[in-house]
């Protein structure tokens, strides 16, 4: 079977990006070869992380284009010319419009900090903490038009501990990501993913 082509999406930090990338270059997600990286923040440090990979990163400047469409359009060509078969969305934190998600449908994976559907949107670990649930977590899923709503992969809980604050809540959380998100990347590569509906089923 041939290698996927894994690109990402990513805005910040890059700490996801990384702990799918290390496991794809050290063969443990071993039907995978790295594609590209494309962040819509220039500083970011994934572009950095993506570099030291050997990989190419690429900012796309939304304030450069006249609409959301063009800008996507401009990443959506840098991806296919890395031959890309899945996207993973490592903290990318802008909405895709249908368009995008029509091009790769079932082919872009997101990672979620919160157990969807609670808590979707930006910041979902603080608006998670300041609900008072007692288990949060964290989610992968396919991204469909709507807002992390798509089919979900995988999800690991995490306790809410008497003492936490939002930050070290965020923090363990992080830590089930890392976790979660090459398990997703690397069934994909390896066809175990079947979307049925809003159900994906694992082969
Ligand atoms: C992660 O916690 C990820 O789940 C979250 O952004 C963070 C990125 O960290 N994504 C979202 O909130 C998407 N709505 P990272 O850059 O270190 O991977």
């Known amino acids: 079977m041939r290698k996927k082509v894994v690109s990402f999406l990513a ?3 890059g700490s996801n990006f990384q702990a799918v990338a290390r496991k794809i270059q050290s063969g443990d997600i071993s039907r995978a070869c790295l594609g590209v990286l494309v962040s819509d923040v220039p500083d970011a440090k994934a572009l950095e992380i993506a570099r030291d990979f050997g990989m190419k990163a690429h900012f ?4 450069a284009f006249a609409s ?23 903290g990318y934190m802008r909405i895709l419009t249908p368009y995008f998600v029509r091009e790769y449908k079932n082919r872009i994976i997101n990672i979620h900090p919160a157990l969807l559907p609670s808590f979707p949107g930006v910041h979902a670990q603080k608006q998670a903490f300041d609900y008072g649930v007692k288990i949060t977590g964290c989610t992968t899923h396919f991204i469909d038009e709507g807002t992390d709503t798509g089919p979900i992969i995988m999800q690991r809980a995490v306790p809410v501990e008497p003492d936490d604050t939002a930050e070290s809540l965020a923090e363990r959380i992080l830590k089930e990501e890392h976790v ?3 398990l997703s990347v690397d069934l994909f590569c390896r066809d175990k993913l079947e979307v049925k509906g809003r159900k994906v089923v694992i082969k």
């Open 11 to 13: 805005s910040g930090r």
């Open 60 to 63: 796309v400047d939304p304030r």
């Open 68 to 90: 959301r469409a063009a800008h996507e359009k401009a990443i959506v060509k840098l991806l296919k010319e890395a031959n890309t078969d899945l996207i993973v969305a490592a």
């Open 180 to 182: 979660i998100l090459p």
